[in-house]
T-cell receptor, first 113, second 113 residues
């Protein structure tokens, strides 16, 4: 069962453009994490959002957690080629003390110079 | 600082052959350990997780197994590989519960021929 739907699946843009990636679910999560993965490597954590409505900024990246804690978005301003990669969202299961994570399929972002 | 080592980086094995992938973590005690598989175009599928030595939980029934012989060592095995076992295998660790992020190794690209 795919609990987290990410869109778009692929995104190809020019350097300097803005973009938004979405992560949606019908389930409520205790927290949501965003990772970036480069080819041949493991994902690396970008941010964790915990509170409904929370907004976090990481340089040109802005992450938002939905008020109902069912969805999240990632907005990148003035994208650069170094932003290229697979962006994965992962929701933590509220019912699990381990914080079991459910991953979306990811958005493959390519930024052309 | 904590580090995670995963090997081999790439592996080509014939159908029906055995498999052993190893993962070790340094710099932390009693980590939660995970094995994920990532197929092309898909997100991460949790295969096994462990909260302590000898404690293994399986998420997906299949011909793979996992063992944790030492606190910071996690092994993924198979007695007979199937073509469908091909994929990118990632080991990860976390500490505590709840919102703890996952720290991934660099993965093993397994091709079953």
């Amino acid at each position: 069962t795919q609990l987290l739907e990410q869109s778009p699946q692929f995104l190809s843009i020019q350097e300097g453009e803005n973009l938004t990636v979405y992560c949606n679910s019908s389930s409520v999560f205790s927290s949501l994490q965003w990772y970036r993965q480069e080819p041949g490597e493991g994902p690396v954590l970008l941010v964790t959002v915990v509170t409904g409505g929370e907004v976090k900024k990481l340089k040109r990246l802005t992450f938002q957690f939905g008020d109902a804690r069912k969805d999240s978005s990632l907005h990148i301003t003035a994208a650069q080629p170094g932003d290229t990669g697979l962006y994965l969202c992962a929701g933590a299961d509220r019912g699990s003390t381990l914080g079991r994570l459910y991953f979306g399929r990811g958005t493959q972002l390519t930024v052309w110079p | 600082s904590q580090t995670i080592h995963q090997w081999p980086a790439t592996l080509v094995q014939p159908v029906g052959s055995p498999l052993s992938l190893e993962c070790t973590v340094e710099g932390t005690s009693n980590p939660n350990l995970y094995w994920y598989r990532q197929a092309a175009g898909r997100g991460l599928q949790l295969l096994f997780y462990s909260v302590g030595i000898g404690q293994i939980s399986s998420e997906v029934p299949q011909n793979l197994s996992a063992s944790r012989p030492q606190d910071r060592q996690f092994i993924l095995s198979s007695k007979k590989l199937l073509l469908s076992d091909s994929g990118f295998y990632l080991c990860a660790w976390s500490v505590g519960q709840g919102y703890s992020p996952l720290h991934f190794g660099n993965g093993t690209r397994l091709t079953v021929t």
